[in-house]
T-cell receptor, first 112, second 111 residues
Framework: EAQVTQNPRYLITVTGKKLTVTCSQN?????MSWYRQDPGLGLRQIYY???????DKGDVPEGYKVSRKEKRNFPLILESPSPNQTSLYFC???????????FGPGTRLTVT | DQQVKQNSPSLSVQEGRISILNCDYT??????FLWYKKYPAEGPTFLIS?????DKNEDGRFTVFLNKSAKHLSLHIVPSQPGDSAVYFC??????????FGGGTRLMVKP
């Protein structure tokens, strides 16, 4: 089954404690991205990757890092989480020339 | 400054009637538009899209209309079904690869 998986689905952490949210896709997609969803603001892109070892900033990259060492994986790293990063996070992937994206189920992060 | 806006946070429609969800954008460089549907506790799923060279695209019960002069996009669902109850996001793409999403509209279809 074609899918994008994220782990964990729910995470409660404290300010400053480094965390990683994993994302994996099994569709051999070159393009992957991370979004955060906040009430009234829709989905805002954090980072995206056109291919292995190629990453670029989206609209709201501050406080986040990503890496793309393998085609299927695109982890999101919060080196020092803060309460304003409390949000619902989605990973997505697609083929390069097609703009319809497949989204993961989401990770709800709470930073206290 | 939000370049893609969905001004109605919610919409309630009777089963069998038409649902019309609206989306306005400000950037004339957007060249491709998409609608996504999102159920609770799930990621968004692609619904329908339209290129800026077209003004209408239809897929079953779903039709998207694009009015470039008004910078307005709408999604029509006919007939509406209770299973259509979800949050709908419109998204727009300009040259490059980033999508800009609207804030979403929650559709409730009453039996």
């Amino acid at each position: 089954e074609a899918q994008v998986t994220q782990n964990p689905r729910y995470l409660i952490t404290v300010t400053g404690k480094k965390l990683t949210v994993t994302c994996s896709q099994n569709m051999n997609h070159e393009y992957m991205s991370w979004y955060r969803q906040d009430p009234g603001l829709g989905l805002r892109q954090i980072y995206y990757s056109m291919n292995v070892e190629v990453t670029d900033k989206g609209d709201v990259p501050e406080g986040y890092k990503v890496s793309r060492k393998e085609k299927r994986n695109f982890p999101l790293i919060l080196e020092s989480p803060s309460p304003n990063q409390t949000s619902l996070y989605f990973c997505a992937s697609r083929e390069t020339a097609i703009y319809e994206q497949y989204f993961g189920p989401g990770t709800r992060l709470t930073v206290t | 400054d939000q370049q893609v806006k969905q001004n109605s946070p919610s919409l309630s429609v009777q089963e069998g009637r038409i649902s019309i969800l609206n989306c306005d954008y400000t950037n004339s460089m957007f060249d491709y538009f998409l609608w996504y549907k999102k159920y609770p506790a799930e990621g968004p799923t692609f619904l329908i899209s339209i290129s800026s060279i077209k003004d209408k695209n239809e897929d079953g019960r779903f039709t998207v209309f694009l009015n470039k002069s008004a910078k307005h996009l709408s999604l029509h669902i006919v007939p509406s079904q209770p299973g259509d109850s979800a949050v709908y996001f419109c998204a727009a793409k300009k040259e490059g690869n980033m999508l800009t999403f609207g804030g979403g509209t929650r559709l409730m279809v009453k039996p």
